[in-house]
């Protein structure tokens, strides 16, 4: 069936270093490809998406490229600040359900 | 706000009582999920809806759970004789039907299961 593996954590960063968090799929078809942000306390966040290979998603500095021919999706931010502090989840949909990975925490410090 | 809503925030029961969960989606939505979360992991599939129909259940969700989304609004998740193992976060999300399916989530509901 279809999965999602993720990098495990935790991660922990000073400000403005270079983030590349991993997460690699299988899937029988051509699913979506999520990435969503937890803060503390907090419900997850849509943080960005890719619908079909080679497209890239992009929100708030952060980056993911769908690439279908290493079925990975990773999650890359050039300059992290401390409000980055969070768990990330990969995530793909065959359209009926969701399967997300594991999670992994990040902390950045000042 | 129009996001999606849950209640109550938290809920805390004794093993064996029945507790009852609601999910308020986000109105034009017409598809409503439930996950559970468990420390450390990420959401696990329990349930769907599509308007009023509930279309898919994991494995998961033993018979003494059950879902309804009467009318196609809001759902609710019932837990029977609740059982240690079953404290964790509830979640529940809503989207479109049709792509790029995003799904929306509410902040949860934690249960804690004395």
């Known amino acids: 069936g279809d999965s999602v593996t993720q990098m495990e954590g935790p991660v922990t960063l000073s400000e403005e270093a270079f983030l590349t968090i991993n997460c690699t799929y299988t899937a029988t078809g051509y699913p979506s490809l999520f990435w969503y942000v937890q803060y503390p306390g907090e419900g997850l966040q849509l943080l960005l998406k890719?619908?079909?290979?080679?497209d890239k998603g992009s929100n708030k500095g952060f980056e993911a490229t769908y690439r279908k021919e290493t079925t990975s999706f990773h999650l890359e931010k050039g300059s992290v600040q401390v409000s980055d502090s969070a768990v990330y989840f990969c995530a793909l949909s065959d359209s009926n359900q969701f399967y997300f990975g594991t999670g992994t925490s990040l902390t950045v410090i000042p | 706000d129009t996001g999606v809503s849950q209640d109550p925030r938290h809920k805390i029961t004794k093993r064996g009582q029945n507790v009852t969960f609601r999910c308020d989606p986000i109105?034009?939505?017409?598809?409503l999920y439930w996950y559970r979360q468990t420390l450390g992991q990420g959401p696990e599939f329990l349930t769907y809806?599509?308007?009023?129909?509930?279309?898919?259940k994991s494995r998961l969700l033993s018979d003494r759970f059950s879902a309804e989304r009467p009318k196609g609004s809001f759902s609710t998740l019932e837990i029977q004789r609740t059982e240690q193992g079953d404290s964790a976060m509830y979640l529940c999300?809503?989207?479109?039907?049709?792509?790029?399916?995003?799904?929306?989530f509410g902040p949860g509901t934690r249960l804690t299961v004395t």
């Open positions: 999300a809503s989207s479109f039907i049709g792509g790029p399916y995003e799904q929306y």
């Open positions: 890719a619908t079909k290979a080679d």
């Open positions: 809806f599509q308007n009023e129909a509930q279309l898919e």
């Open positions: 109105s034009e939505h017409n598809r």
